[in-house]
């Protein structure tokens, strides 16, 4: 069963927020809730959502600002995010685009138009959202059997390493620090030791890439590790 994707609302209308929340829940979504810019880069830092819901006009900074600063650092430069603005001219939707931003959604909206367009934003980022098959590149992972393969060769894991790599899986090429990694595979309630992930990392890799295969693992300098969605950029 894959998990629940989390999608973090950055609004400071209450009403608004009440709604979006009633209507994501109902769609089986995980709903957390930000009222303004510092507060959503706070939540973000904690825990990257699945995709952001990002009010234009919010008190401090604004929605814009935050969409460039995500966009900016390597953790978050992929995060899906989706404007929502009662601006509804073309210039100001070009410039939310320009900004970073996946989509574009005028107030007043449809919750069912909304809904639609945040499935068709994850889909894209994460093509087994409800499947039971993993696909990215040349990596294949059958939920339901346990079995991993690399251009259909057989990848024997261990129970970490395939948690580690469906976790990879359903978020390529996002970069992950060591601890998000660790609250996301290990558990943020267990005391685990950040070097485990890079030992359990090169087990990965080690298993993961065979004689003249790419290595699919990237180091990201000084931000943690990402799962790379097209295979040739680095050797192995």
């Known amino acids: 069963m894959n998990p629940t994707?989390?999608?973090?609302?950055?609004?400071?209308?209450?009403?608004?927020?009440?709604?979006?929340?009633?209507n994501?829940?109902?769609?089986?979504?995980?709903?957390?809730?930000?009222?303004?810019?510092?507060?959503?880069?706070?939540?973000?830092a904690e825990r990257i959502p699945d995709l952001v819901l990002l009010d234009w006009m919010l008190p401090g900074i604004s929605g814009i600002e935050i969409c460039?600063?995500?966009?900016?650092?390597?953790?978050?430069?992929?995060?899906?995010?989706i404007m929502l603005t009662a601006r509804s001219e073309?210039?100001?939707?070009?410039?939310?685009?320009?900004?970073?931003?996946?989509d574009y959604v005028a107030k007043p909206f449809s919750p069912v138009?909304?809904?639609?367009?945040?499935?068709?934003?994850?889909?894209?980022?994460?093509?087994?959202?409800?499947?039971?098959?993993?696909a990215?590149?040349?990596v294949r992972m059958d939920l339901s059997r346990h079995r991993v393969t690399r251009n259909d060769r057989d990848v024997h894991l261990g129970p970490t390493e395939f948690r580690l790599l469906r976790h990879f899986l359903e978020y390529p090429d996002r970069v992950f620090s060591r601890d998000q990694l660790l609250d996301a595979v290990w558990g943020s309630d267990i005391f685990v030791d950040p070097r485990t992930?890079?030992?359990s990392i090169r087990r990965l890799r080690k298993t993961l890439n065979d004689a003249g295969e790419?290595?699919?693992v990237r180091t990201v300098r000084a931000a943690g590790y990402a799962f790379e969605s097209s295979a040739g950029a680095y050797a192995s």
């Not at 460039?68 to 995010?81: D, E, F, M, S």
């Open 214 to 216: 790419s290595d699919l």
């Open 68 to 81: 460039r600063q995500l966009r900016r650092n390597p953790a978050t430069c992929n995060l899906p995010i």
């Open 90 to 102: 073309e210039a100001d939707r070009v410039r939310g685009l320009k900004c970073g931003a996946d």
């Open 113 to 134: 138009e909304l809904i639609a367009r945040i499935n068709a934003v994850l889909r894209r980022i994460r093509p087994a959202l409800v499947e039971d098959t993993l």
């Open 136 to 138: 990215v590149g040349e």
């Open 24 to 44: 994501l829940e109902r769609a089986s979504f995980e709903v957390g809730e930000a009222l303004d810019g510092e507060e959503a880069l706070t939540i973000i």
């Open 5 to 22: 994707p989390y999608i973090l609302v950055v609004e400071d209308e209450a009403a608004l927020v009440t709604l979006l929340r009633y």
């Open 197 to 199: 992930v890079d030992v």
